[in-house]
Structure formats: C-alpha cells, structure tokens
Nanobody, 127 residues
Framework: QVQLVESGGGLVQAGGSLSVSCEAS????????MGWFRQAPGKEREFVAA????????NYADSVKGRFTISRDNAKRMVYLQMHSLKPEDTAVYYC????????????????????WGQGTQVTVSS
C-alpha cells in the first residue's frame, strides 16, 4: 500500500508562483514514476506533469509547458511541482499519483496507469 500526501496549495494572484509537494510512503519510492494531475470544477481530471523513477525524464501537458517544473527527491520520498506565471485557468485541485508499474521506461500520462493517489490540494489563481 502507498500513501501520498500533498501539501502547499493555496491562493495566488495571476502571474504569481506556487509550489506543491507530495510525500510518499509505503513502498520503494525510487522505483516508480510519479505524476501530477489536476481537476478544475466541472471538468475531468487531467494530466499535468510526470517524472520517471530516476528523475531523468519529465513530461508536461502543453498547457503548462515552460511554466511548471516537476522534480523529485528519492532520498526524501518527495515529488514537487513548481508553478510559475500562474493563470486563472490553472485553478484546480492538484493530485499526486504513483505509477502502477516499476521502472517504466516511457512516462504514462493517463490516469489508469497510476495506481495510488493523494487526497489533493487546492490551488486557486485569482485574476
């Protein structure tokens, strides 16, 4: 079993920056890719960013590319999402997710490839 706990959400003005974090426990963290997804009110949950188990490869949704950065610290069992130049349309609940397959070579961007999910943290960007 894996537990994921997000933190760091909040309220920020458009153009500002915010970071969210996710702490993992329960299995070998460094063997699995990690992802961030988000769900805005009235919309389906969507992929935001992901990082391979070793941290060497990342992937981003087009909507956040160049503004968001995903990183991980395997020693601390943490994954981070740094968000810059935030827009009102970035407002959503942000979820941390853990890949269901160890040592995946290609980053998964669909929900069903992620087995464990955090409870989510709210990010609100005001205009």
């Amino acid at each position: 079993q894996v537990q994921l706990v997000e933190s760091g959400g909040g309220l920020v003005q458009a153009g500002g920056s915010l970071s969210v974090s996710c702490e993992a426990s329960g299995r070998t963290f460094s063997s699995y890719a990690m992802g961030w997804f988000r769900q805005a009110p009235g919309k389906e949950r969507e992929f935001v960013a992901a990082i391979t188990w070793g941290g060497g490869i990342t992937n981003y949704a087009d909507s956040v590319k160049g503004r968001f950065t995903i990183s991980r610290d395997n020693a601390k069992r943490m994954v981070y999402l740094q968000m810059h130049s935030l827009k009102p349309e970035d407002t959503a609940v942000y979820y941390c997710a853990a890949d269901r397959r160890a040592f995946r070579l290609v980053i998964a961007i669909v929900e069903y490839e992620y087995e464990y999910w955090g409870q989510g943290t709210q990010v609100t960007v005001s205009s």
